[in-house]
């Protein structure tokens, strides 16, 4: 929104053109950002057609390619990255890692997925509106986190051992410090520990699936190619012939 507004802000609507848009693009150093920053600013021109303020059409309306290519991100999380980060975590952000690595969750739905009933851990996809269940006791990850939480009074299966809910912003600020901590103890691995987020959890349960159909399976994806695309980076063995 700061880089949007300072380029966009003081225009009048019909000044912003596709020539413009595209030059911003082309003038922007971060060009996966300035995808993001332009979407943002679609967002925003949608909201002002809704209210009045303007009615002329997104200016890339029906526009194919105009923006900047991007590639898929390519990051293993590795047992030493995961380590690294996981040994300077609380608790709290630890059960989030586990239930993100084990289930393959969205980060969204792993703060949110409430307890489990009868063994079985239900859940709702926010994204997709998907139902799905694990039996917990296939899981030791799962099992050891029930166990380890005790007797908090929750219903979410994520909570701060005092049975709080546990918010984004909770999980960012601990992933944050965490992180930090993992690479100043590790600064072999300083460079790699910094570009790992913590959605990329998702991708280390795409790699521990023990091959693409399970891991697109895991992760709820209608097709595999996005699976292949953007989150499982393992490596397929292959057997010599001869």
């Known amino acids: 929104m700061k880089n949007v507004e300072g380029a966009f802000g003081q225009m009048a609507w019909h000044e912003i053109t596709l020539p413009i848009l595209m030059q911003y693009l082309e003038l922007r150093t971060a060009k ?3 995808n993001r920053e332009l979407a943002v600013l679609s967002i925003l021109w ?3 057609i809704k209210w009045g303020m303007t009615q002329l059409v997104w200016p890339a309306t029906n526009v194919k390619d105009w923006k900047n290519k991007e590639g898929a991100r390519e990051f293993e999380v590795t047992d030493e990255l995961f380590d690294a980060v996981y040994a300077e975590a609380d608790q709290v952000l630890r059960d989030c890692m586990d239930i993100a690595t084990a289930t393959g969750m969205r980060l969204t739905d792993a703060r949110t997925c409430r307890m489990p009933l009868n063994g079985k851990l239900r859940f709702k996809a926010k994204k997709t509106g998907k139902w799905s269940f ?3 006791s296939e899981s ?3 099992t050891a986190l029930l166990e380890r939480r005790g007797n908090v009074d929750s219903v979410m299966l994520l909570t701060t051992p005092t049975g709080r809910q546990v918010s ?3 999980l960012r600020d601990r992933y944050d ?3 930090a901590n993992a690479a100043a103890a590790n600064p072999e691995l300083a460079d790699n520990i910094k570009a790992m987020y913590l959605r990329d959890s998702r991708k280390r349960a795409a ?3 023990p091959d693409m159909d399970a891991a697109s399976k895991l992760l709820q994806h209608s097709n595999i190619s996005v699976t292949k695309a953007h989150y499982r980076t393992k490596a397929t063995k292959l057997t010599a012939v001869r």
């Open 207 to 209: 790699d521990l699936a």
């Open 168 to 170: 984004q912003s909770m």
């Open 46 to 48: 949608g909201w002002a």
């Open 32 to 34: 996966t950002q300035g």
């Open 177 to 179: 410090l965490a992180r």
């Open 134 to 136: 694990f039996e917990v």
């Open 140 to 142: 030791l990850v799962l």
